[in-house]
């Protein structure tokens, strides 16, 4: 079994900045994918950004040139710094994983989600 845990969500200014953390533990051989989505209330769950194995990231256009997703693969962790935050932003953000933990085993994993709320 694989476990994510978030944290680093919180109330902020609008202009202000969070930096979120995601672990990955468990039974882990490997881990693909790493990303945030989040989900603001009575919305659907969207893409924020994704980060591979490699590095390469994929960011949604609403939060371009603001977020930057990085990874400590030796660690198992994703991060998410949040830069000029705007209302908009509020939501649970939630953190994904696409691991392998066995032969013929690979499987998504989400994290129980971290409450960003950005208010004045």
């Known amino acids: 079994q694989v476990q994510l845990v978030e944290s680093g969500g919180g109330l902020v200014q609008p202009g202000g900045s969070l930096r979120l953390s995601c672990a990955a533990s468990g039974s882990i051989l490997s881990i693909h994918f790493m990303g945030w989505y989040r989900q603001a209330p009575e919305k659907q769950r969207e893409l924020v950004a994704t980060?591979?194995?490699?590095?390469?990231?994929n960011y949604a256009d609403s939060v371009k040139g603001r977020f930057t997703i990085s990874r400590d693969s030796a660690k198992n962790t994703v991060y998410l710094q949040m830069n000029s935050l705007k209302p908009d932003d509020t939501a649970v953000y939630y953190c994904?994983?696409?691991?392998?933990?066995?032969?013929?085993?690979?499987?998504?994993?989400w994290g129980q989600g971290t409450v960003v709320t950005v208010s004045s």
């Open positions: 980060i591979s194995r490699s590095g390469n990231t």
């Open positions: 994904n994983a696409l691991v392998t933990s066995g032969p013929l085993k690979t499987e998504g994993y």
